[in-house]
């Protein structure tokens, strides 16, 4: 991958080093006027076939000069833009946009119905953004983790029915097509290891909702992250630490039995929070840098404390400076997609709002 010019690199680093400066910054609320922005402009940007691509619904959405990589919306996309309207409060059945997250599902649900019982893709699209950064099935993935948050609560039992059959689908293909070190690694992605968080904590969620999930699976995911984060960072994750690190601290610390049983890997991770160079990742902020983000978000309020009052107070103050004109976030290589970075950064603001876990 060729990296930025160095201008840009320059800015993007001082920004993301500026996380690990003044802990003493006002906190920035959940209901702040930047997350209000950024899901208006996900709403207006949503495609009239109810999905989402790389920078929005509808080519006219596109920015100038940006590059698609695929033509129209892609179920990824659509996965993780109606996982930001839920985690700001949407449902099927309640929210302002309730019936832009049911279009949305809708489109997702289309794709994972017509999709082959075998194999590990939902959808036909091949080639976009995404997953050509995350790996070809990062599809598959997010849908997982956003079915297995709507399990049961779409509001009538004919919706409920649809949405867990398609969540039981997606479970098995990612079950069946694990590779045999435990990952979900698959040729053909950047830095594949955020496709492993992602297939991973799809699973634990669909697990918490009572779909039946293969436990030696789960162990194998687990002995693969132990074994990733006690070597040097793998190509797996682009030879970056940061989104090899923070995939393990996801990975480890669940439950209160993994944080104990995992404390040493996971103090080594959290260390790690104070060194600027861990945490600025590639060099400027990609959309792997948000999704790694929003994985260390959500595994430090797990257990809060200062070292999640101070991260989230300071990686929120920075995504509120990062935040565009218009309400985006766009990435500076990579992910460069309006509609994923955003996502991601909204779900990294409204941590304490995780509708699972809370």
Known sequence: MTKVKISALAIAALAVCSILGNTNRPKIETTAPNVDKAIHWLVSVQGHDGGWGQDGGETSYVRVGERLESNGNDVA?????????????????KGEYRSQVR???????????????????VTRVTGSQIQRKLGPFIDTFLTSQLLSELDGGMGDAQSNQRVRR??????????RNQQKDGSWNISGGWAPILGT??????????????VRVDAVAMAKVDEYTKKAQAAPSSAAAAGVSLYQGAQALEQLSRTEKDRVRNAPQIR?????????KFVNGFGSMGGEEFFSYLNISDSL??????EWNNWNNQIKTQLARLQNEDGTWAGHHCITGRVAVTSAAVMTLLAERDPVRN
């Open 197 to 210: 968080s992602m297939a991973s904590r799809s699973l634990d969620v669909a697990k918490t909702k009572g």
């Open 77 to 93: 996309n659509s996965a993780v833009a109606v996982l930001a309207l839920v985690h700001a409060g949407n449902t099927p059945v």
């Open 103 to 121: 279009r949305g599902v809708d489109f997702i649900l289309r794709s994972v119905d017509d999709s082959p019982e075998d194999g590990l893709a």
């Open 166 to 175: 398609a969540l039981e689908k997606c479970v098995r293909k990612i079950e």
């Open 268 to 276: 080594q991770i959290t260390n790690q929070l104070a060194d600027a």
């Open 301 to 306: 309020h797990r257990t809060g404390g200062p």
